[in-house]
């Protein structure tokens, strides 16, 4: 069936790096655009990056614009971010999320999340 | 970028209520509105996409409304297991934000 399966979480001080991962399963993933939202404890969701489906296009919201880096293998039909320089209040479940084939899509499949503790 | 703004952000009613949730953008997003149910510990899900066309398994007692601004999610009768938080999100401009959330309670 169509899965996105996070991995990569945990407790890691402020200041340090973490690489988290998405594995996608059940679908033609180099097809499609990629995002990752976050939701910090008791809070909403947060857009946090997009990647499109060949990899040449990305964004980011402004909260994590210069220390957040989106990446994918298509090969590998794996998704991927890059976060350092972690702060607090990048404490969050991460979600990663199927966009659509086409530019306006929503997110029609959501993983189970994985979660970040930035703490000392 | 573009604000979404919800209410109300909670919201109390009983089963076989009928409850509407409002979704205003901070500019036209045309009908690129989207709404996601997300339950206590769970992922969210995609209830209506383009503001009014029903996701595949959602019961038809969802419905939504709207365009350019302002947008409605309508539950005609409340069951049980839609005690939930509902987003709205608009998919118009890359930086996809969310609205706040209305949590839908038991009365």
């Known amino acids: 069936q169509v899965q996105l399966v996070e991995s990569g979480g945990g407790v890691v001080q402020p200041g340090r790096s973490l690489r988290l991962s998405c594995a996608a399963s059940g679908f033609t993933f180099s097809r499609y655009a990629m995002h990752w939202v976050r939701q910090a404890p008791g809070k909403g969701l947060e857009w946090v990056s997009v990647?499109?489906?060949?990899?040449?296009?990305?964004d980011y919201a402004d909260s994590v614009k210069g220390r957040f880096t989106i990446s994918r293998d298509n090969s590998m039909n794996t998704l991927f971010v890059q976060m350092n320089s972690l702060r607090a209040e990048d404490t969050a479940m991460y979600y990663c999320?199927?966009?659509?084939?086409?530019?306006?899509?929503?997110?029609?499949?959501w993983g189970q999340g994985t979660m970040v503790t930035v703490s000392s | 970028d573009i604000q979404m703004t919800q209410s109300p952000s909670s919201l109390s009613a009983s089963v076989g209520d009928r409850v509407t949730i409002t979704c205003r953008a901070s500019?036209?997003?045309?009908?690129?509105l989207n709404w996601y149910q997300q339950k206590p510990g769970k992922a969210p899900e995609l209830l209506i996409y383009t503001a009014s066309s029903l996701q595949s398994g959602v019961p038809s007692r969802f419905s939504g409304s709207g365009s350019g601004t302002d947008f409605t999610l309508t539950i005609s009768s409340l069951q049980p297991e839609d005690f939930a938080t509902y987003y709205c999100?608009?998919?118009?401009?890359?930086?996809?934000?969310f609205g706040q959330g209305t949590k839908l309670e038991i009365k």
């Open positions: 500019q036209s997003v045309t009908s690129y």
């Open positions: 999320t199927r966009g659509g084939l086409q530019p306006y899509d929503a997110f029609d499949i």
């Open positions: 999100q608009q998919s118009y401009n890359t930086l996809r934000s």
């Open positions: 990647l499109s489906y060949d990899g040449s296009n990305k």
